[in-house]
């Protein structure tokens, strides 16, 4: 039977030898290669050739000790308000998710408050503060005396007044990204830790957070990126010499505007770029055992 069943077996199909894989011709791809070649070399040209960029100044005013000082004061604006965000945001998001619903709902209020007015007008109401609040009293509330009891203007400078703008506006976002993170790990994680006696503390500390900082990562990174931008709208607080408003006191008066403009925009890339960096090895770190693409 086995023998019958192995001469009626069909033989095995071989290719013949002069049959090739021809591969798919895609000329789409040759026609917008020259698309942007030509595109590319068009701008290039132009901005080689067109003096009004006038390069030479732009080398000139690059590493000017004005525009280094802005340079920093950007850097600590980003830095102070983003550890500002981020802690808000980690405190928010578990608020958010509390049994408890004043709590809950305190959450809700301060990132639907903060979320849906501009980041220009928050900015412009702690500058202008103090036409609420004359003094900040610390003590005992409803009237009972207080312990330090300094003017508004004293204590919310300028610089104070961007970073508690640009802090509490991020942290309402970074409240929803944290959020997010957090439901993204299972509910199995948290219930087997209470399972082995952790407390909810614990838990999210241990337990919840590491896990949901894949997802919460990527998004960090980009406000972080956006923040470093936002910086530019201290601006209009008139004291605080950030790197374009450094930029704008030197072309006021040179008035090489689109050469200071360059420097600025220069700036700004090479420190977002660094960012970039950064943000893609801290997901690489939190990504293991997830990333689809190669390592």
Avoid: C
């Avoid at 600025?264 to 997830?290: C, D, K, M, N, P």
């Amino acid at each position: 039977m086995s023998n019958a069943s192995s001469e009626l077996a069909a033989p095995p199909v071989t290719a013949p030898d002069d049959i090739k894989a021809v591969p798919v011709r895609h000329p789409g791809r040759w026609v917008a290669v020259v698309v942007v070649a030509i595109v590319a070399a068009s701008v290039l040209r132009a901005v080689i050739v067109n003096s009004g960029f006038q390069w030479h100044y732009v080398g000139k005013y690059l590493f000017d000790p004005k525009v280094l000082g802005g340079v920093v004061t950007t850097i600590e604006l980003t830095v102070v308000s983003m550890v500002v965000g981020i802690t808000l945001g980690i405190l928010f998001a578990v608020m958010r998710l509390s049994p408890n619903p004043v709590v809950a709902g305190f959450s809700w209020l301060y990132t639907w408050f903060f979320r849906g007015t501009p980041l220009l007008v928050q900015l412009l109401f702690w500058q202008f503060g103090g036409a609420l609040f004359h003094t900040i009293s610390l003590g005992v509330p409803f009237g009972g005396p207080a312990l330090i009891d300094p003017s508004y203007n004293s204590l919310i400078v300028p610089f104070v007044a961007a970073t508690l703008g640009f802090g509490l506006n991020e942290g309402a976002y970074m409240a929803e990204i944290v959020r997010a993170g957090i439901l993204s790990v299972d509910e199995g994680q948290t219930e087997a830790a209470q399972s082995v006696g952790l407390s909810r503390l614990q838990t999210l500390r241990l337990i919840v957070l590491p896990q949901a900082m894949r997802v919460i990562i990527p998004p960090t990174g980009n406000e972080t990126i956006s923040m470093l931008k936002n910086t530019s709208l201290v601006l209009i607080l008139g004291s605080v010499v950030d790197l374009l408003f450094a930029a704008q006191q030197i072309y006021a008066a040179n008035y090489r505007t689109i050469p200071l403009l360059i420097v600025a925009s220069i700036w700004y890339l090479a420190l977002t770029s660094v960012l970039y960096v950064g943000q893609h090895f801290i997901e690489r770190r939190f990504g293991r055992g997830f990333s689809r693409g190669a390592a």
